[in-house]
């Protein structure tokens, strides 16, 4: 393991993992570019890795949620340190990994609600006009034993553009 004066900065070793990384789709080479330009190295990119303990990392993530990035966003950030903490690791620059031990925002995860009786009749008529009985009966079978039909579809039933494939009459 390097002394302390002699560990690399982030910046310099997160610059040398990215450009090392050849397998990435152009996509997640360019989401990972904007997570450490915007999430990391503003605040963390001049450290040294030594000085990257659990305290500071969980300071920095507070800072990012109170600055108002998005919990998804901090956490993204996060997993992406983690993975170039990995790294220096594994190259000798750290003894552990401190991300390892920092609490990520928790997940949104979104509430199903089930569509009420109304909304499903609304949905089964719209298909029946059509004469999209498959449709209508596989409405009927989803949303009366019990599985969850989002209630968000009925909304689309009332606007215009409804999928082509679905105005299709069954043979």
Request: some cysteine.
């Amino acid at each position: 393991m390097l002394r302390r004066k002699d560990a690399p900065i982030l910046r310099d070793f997160a610059a040398r993992w990215q450009a090392n990384k050849l397998n990435l789709r152009p996509k997640t080479d360019t989401h990972y570019a904007y997570l450490l330009e915007t999430h990391i190295l503003p605040e963390l990119g001049g450290l040294r890795l030594t000085d990257l303990t659990l305290e500071r990392l969980e300071d920095w993530q507070a800072a990012r949620l109170k600055a108002g990035a998005g919990k998804h966003a901090v956490r993204q950030a996060a997993d992406l340190l983690g993975t170039i903490l990995r790294r220096a690791v594994a190259h000798r620059h750290l003894l552990y990994n401190p991300v390892e031990h920092l609490e990520r925002p928790a997940r949104h995860r979104s509430k199903i609600v089930p569509a009420t009786p109304e909304q499903v009749e609304l949905i089964r008529a719209y298909m029946l006009d059509r004469d999209c009985l498959g449709y209508a009966s596989m409405i009927s079978i989803l949303a009366y034993v019990g599985a969850p039909f989002p209630g968000r579809a009925c909304q689309r039933v009332a606007k215009p553009g409804w999928p082509a494939h679905l105005d299709r009459a069954e043979e």
